[in-house]
C-alpha cells in the first residue's frame, strides 16, 4: 500500500516521540512492502514563530492533500502563560480538525498486564480495564461563539450542538460498541445543560437501532468518579467535546502514564493520529520522554487503512518493550532508556520472525528487516 502522511511534529516533544513513530512506520513499510511518504510541515508555536500563523496555509494545503496526517504535540509556556495573546498555538490544532472534518476522536483506555503495579490505582480496581471513548470534536463549547466585556469583567463561551453532529458520532460509537462488549455509556449532564438533554434524545433514538447494544447514562460527574472506582465496566463511552476532553485525560491516569495513550481524529475522508499528551515543555530536548503513545497513534493509522497484521506487529513490538523494562522514565525512574532507546527498541522488533509470519524473508536474511 502507497500512503501519503503528512507529518506534523508541531511542539515541545512532538518532533522527539513523533521521530519514533515515523522510525516504526517505515520498520512496517520494510518488512510487509509498503510504501510510505512523509512530508513536513509546521504547526503550533513553532508555526507562529516562523509565519505568525498557528495553521499557515501551506500546512492546512497539504494535510488536505494526504491520505492522513501524524501529529506530535502542541502549545508552549510563553502563549499558555499569557492570557493577553491573541494568537495561540491550540487554535491550529482546532482549526485543523474543522478544516479537516475530523468530528471523532476515538482514544482507547487499556491496563498494560505489565504495568499494572505502575498505575496509582490499586491493582484489583484496574484489571481487565479495556474501553475507549468517543469524543466529539468539532463542535461544543470549544467551537461556539466567544464574548468578553469591553472592561474584561464578563466572558461567555456558547455551547451548541445539533442533531446532526451528534448523530453522525453516535453511529460510529454503536458500531464499535457492536464489535466490542456491546456496551455503550453516554456521558452527559442532561440534569442541567439543554445541549446535554438534546444529545440524550437523538442517542436515545439512534441506539434502537443497534438492539444488540446495551445503552447505558452517567452525568459527567458521576463517570468522572467511576472512572477512578471501576474503570472495567466501561467499553464505549460517548460523549460532547469538552467532557471527553477531560474524561480521556483522566483515563490516562489508570494506566500509570500519558505518555501512553494514543488517539485517532476522524472525519468522512481525513484521518489525524496523534498522542493525547501536550507538548511537556519541561522535557524537551532532554530525551525523556515517553514515545509509545505517538508509536500506538501509529498503530492506530495502520488499522485505520485495514492493515491489521501490520497495526498488531507494532503492539507486539511495545508490549515487549514493556515486558523487558524497555521504558522511560515516567514507568521506571530507574530507568537510563531514553525515547530514542525505546523508539528504536520498537522499531527494530517489529520484524521479529517469532512475532508473526508474511515478513520480508530475503530481507531478514540479509539483516535488513527493520529501519532504526
Same mark, same amino acid.
Given at each position: 500500500m502507497k500512503l501519503k502522511i503528512a507529518l506534523l511534529p508541531g511542539d515541545g516533544i512532538g518532533p522527539e516521540v513523533a521521530a519514533q513513530a515515523v522510525a516504526c512506520l517505515q520498520a512496517v513499510e520494510e518488512a510487509f512492502g509498503h510504501q510510505f511518504e512523509f512530508t513536513k510541515a509546521p504547526v503550533g508555536a513553532i508555526a507562529i514563530d516562523q509565519?505568525?500563523? =498557528?495553521? =499557515?496555509?501551506d500546512t492546512l494545503e497539504l494535510c488536505k492533500q494526504s491520505d492522513a496526517v501524524l501529529f506530535g504535540a502542541i502549545? @508552549?509556556?510563553?502563549?499558555?502563560?499569557?492570557?493577553e495573546s491573541k494568537v495561540r498555538p491550540e487554535q491550529g490544532l482546532l482549526r485543523l480538525r474543522k478544516e479537516l472534518g475530523l468530528f471523532s476522536n476515538i482514544r482507547p483506555v487499556k491496563v498494560f498486564p505489565t504495568l499494572i503495579d505502575k498505575s496509582p490505582l490499586r491493582k484489583e480496581r484496574i484489571e481487565n480495564t479495556d474501553f475507549v471513548i468517543y469524543r466529539e470534536l468539532t463542535g461544543g463549547i470549544y467551537f461556539g461563539e466567544k464574548f468578553l !466585556?469591553? @472592561?474584561?469583567?464578563t466572558a461567555s463561551d456558547l455551547c451548541i450542538y445539533s442533531e446532526e453532529e451528534i448523530s453522525r458520532i453516535a453511529h460510529l460509537a454503536f458500531k464499535a460498541a457492536k464489535g466490542r462488549r456491546k456496551k455503550l455509556t453516554l456521558v452527559d449532564k442532561a440534569n442541567v445543560l439543554e445541549s446535554s438533554r438534546l444529545w440524550r434524545r437523538v442517542v436515545t433514538r439512534i441506539g434502537e437501532s443497534y438492539p444488540d447494544v446495551e445503552l447505558h447514562y452517567l452525568f459527567v460527574d458521576n463517570a468522572a468518579m467511576q472512572m477512578i472506582l471501576n474503570p472495567s465496566q466501561f467499553d464505549v463511552i460517548l460523549t460532547e467535546n469538552m467532557f471527553g476532553d477531560i474524561l480521556s485525560d483522566e483515563g490516562s491516569v489508570i494506566g500509570g502514564s500519558i505518555g501512553l495513550l494514543p488517539s485517532a481524529s476522524v472525519g468522512e475522508s481525513s484521518a489525524m493520529f496523534e498522542p493525547i499528551h501536550g507538548s511537556y515543555p519541561q522535557a524537551t530536548g532532554k530525551n525523556i520522554a515517553n514515545p509509545i503513545? !505517538?508509536?500506538l497513534s501509529a498503530a492506530m493509522l495502520l488499522d485505520h487503512f485495514g492493515l491489521d497484521e501490520e497495526a498488531a506487529a507494532v503492539v507486539r513490538s511495545v508490549n515487549k518493550a514493556l515486558k523487558k523494562g524497555?521504558?522511560?522514565?515516567d514507568l521506571d525512574p530507574k530507568s537510563k532508556h531514553g525515547t530514542d532507546d525505546v523508539g528504536q527498541f520498537i522499531a527494530g522488533h517489529i520484524s521479529d520472525s517469532d512475532d508473526f509470519k508474511g515478513l520480508n524473508q530475503e530481507n531478514i536474511g540479509l539483516g535488513k528487516s527493520t529501519i532504526i
Amino acid at each position: 500500500m502507497k500512503l501519503k502522511i503528512a507529518l506534523l511534529p508541531g511542539d515541545g516533544i512532538g518532533p522527539e516521540v513523533a521521530a519514533q513513530a515515523v522510525a516504526c512506520l517505515q520498520a512496517v513499510e520494510e518488512a510487509f512492502g509498503h510504501q510510505f511518504e512523509f512530508t513536513k510541515a509546521p504547526v503550533g508555536a513553532i508555526a507562529i514563530d516562523q509565519t505568525g500563523n =498557528p495553521l =499557515p496555509d501551506d500546512t492546512l494545503e497539504l494535510c488536505k492533500q494526504s491520505d492522513a496526517v501524524l501529529f506530535g504535540a502542541i502549545g @508552549d509556556p510563553k502563549y499558555d502563560n499569557d492570557p493577553e495573546s491573541k494568537v495561540r498555538p491550540e487554535q491550529g490544532l482546532l482549526r485543523l480538525r474543522k478544516e479537516l472534518g475530523l468530528f471523532s476522536n476515538i482514544r482507547p483506555v487499556k491496563v498494560f498486564p505489565t504495568l499494572i503495579d505502575k498505575s496509582p490505582l490499586r491493582k484489583e480496581r484496574i484489571e481487565n480495564t479495556d474501553f475507549v471513548i468517543y469524543r466529539e470534536l468539532t463542535g461544543g463549547i470549544y467551537f461556539g461563539e466567544k464574548f468578553l !466585556s469591553e @472592561d474584561g469583567n464578563t466572558a461567555s463561551d456558547l455551547c451548541i450542538y445539533s442533531e446532526e453532529e451528534i448523530s453522525r458520532i453516535a453511529h460510529l460509537a454503536f458500531k464499535a460498541a457492536k464489535g466490542r462488549r456491546k456496551k455503550l455509556t453516554l456521558v452527559d449532564k442532561a440534569n442541567v445543560l439543554e445541549s446535554s438533554r438534546l444529545w440524550r434524545r437523538v442517542v436515545t433514538r439512534i441506539g434502537e437501532s443497534y438492539p444488540d447494544v446495551e445503552l447505558h447514562y452517567l452525568f459527567v460527574d458521576n463517570a468522572a468518579m467511576q472512572m477512578i472506582l471501576n474503570p472495567s465496566q466501561f467499553d464505549v463511552i460517548l460523549t460532547e467535546n469538552m467532557f471527553g476532553d477531560i474524561l480521556s485525560d483522566e483515563g490516562s491516569v489508570i494506566g500509570g502514564s500519558i505518555g501512553l495513550l494514543p488517539s485517532a481524529s476522524v472525519g468522512e475522508s481525513s484521518a489525524m493520529f496523534e498522542p493525547i499528551h501536550g507538548s511537556y515543555p519541561q522535557a524537551t530536548g532532554k530525551n525523556i520522554a515517553n514515545p509509545i503513545a !505517538s508509536i500506538l497513534s501509529a498503530a492506530m493509522l495502520l488499522d485505520h487503512f485495514g492493515l491489521d497484521e501490520e497495526a498488531a506487529a507494532v503492539v507486539r513490538s511495545v508490549n515487549k518493550a514493556l515486558k523487558k523494562g524497555m521504558v522511560t522514565p515516567d514507568l521506571d525512574p530507574k530507568s537510563k532508556h531514553g525515547t530514542d532507546d525505546v523508539g528504536q527498541f520498537i522499531a527494530g522488533h517489529i520484524s521479529d520472525s517469532d512475532d508473526f509470519k508474511g515478513l520480508n524473508q530475503e530481507n531478514i536474511g540479509l539483516g535488513k528487516s527493520t529501519i532504526i
